[in-house]
Nanobody, 128 residues
Framework: EVQLVESGGGLVQAGGSLRLSCAAS????????IGWFRQAPGKEREGISC????????YYADSVKGRFTISSDNAKNTVYLQMNSLKPEDTAVYYC?????????????????????WGQGTLVTVSS
């Protein structure tokens, strides 16, 4: 049973930074991807970043590219999302999700479709 536990959300002023963490357990394969989604009121859920465990290939949505950085500590089975230069429009519930992914494959936008196990979500609020 794969379980994901998120932490790190909170309140921050525009221009500030937060780091989200996703601690994973229960994987039966070394070949997986973990990504971050967010959902704001009235908007569809948006996949914003993803990383592959096999080769550290990463993907970023245009909305966060250049501001957010995804990274992993495989020894600790933890994925991080460093969020810098935060804007009020970044306010959302942030979720991490995981799923099997082919080893050595480049992470692309459609990688999000493989992520079928979800964390509980953590709220990020950016004030102006």
């Amino acid at each position: 049973e794969v379980q994901l536990v998120e932490s790190g959300g909170g309140l921050v002023q525009a221009g500030g930074s937060l780091r989200l963490s996703c601690a994973a357990s229960g994987f039966t394969s070394d070949d997986y991807a973990i990504g971050w989604f967010r959902q704001a009121p009235g908007k569809e859920r948006e996949g914003i970043s993803c990383i592959s465990s096999s080769n550290n290939s990463t993907y970023y949505a245009d909305s966060v590219k250049g501001r957010f950085t995804i990274s992993s500590d495989n020894a600790k089975n933890t994925v991080y999302l460093q969020m810098n230069s935060l804007k009020p429009e970044d306010t959302a519930v942030y979720y991490c999700a995981a799923g099997w992914y082919p080893p050595g494959f480049v992470v692309v936008a459609t990688t999000f479709n493989n992520l079928n196990t979800w964390g509980q979500g953590t709220l990020v609020t950016v004030s102006s």
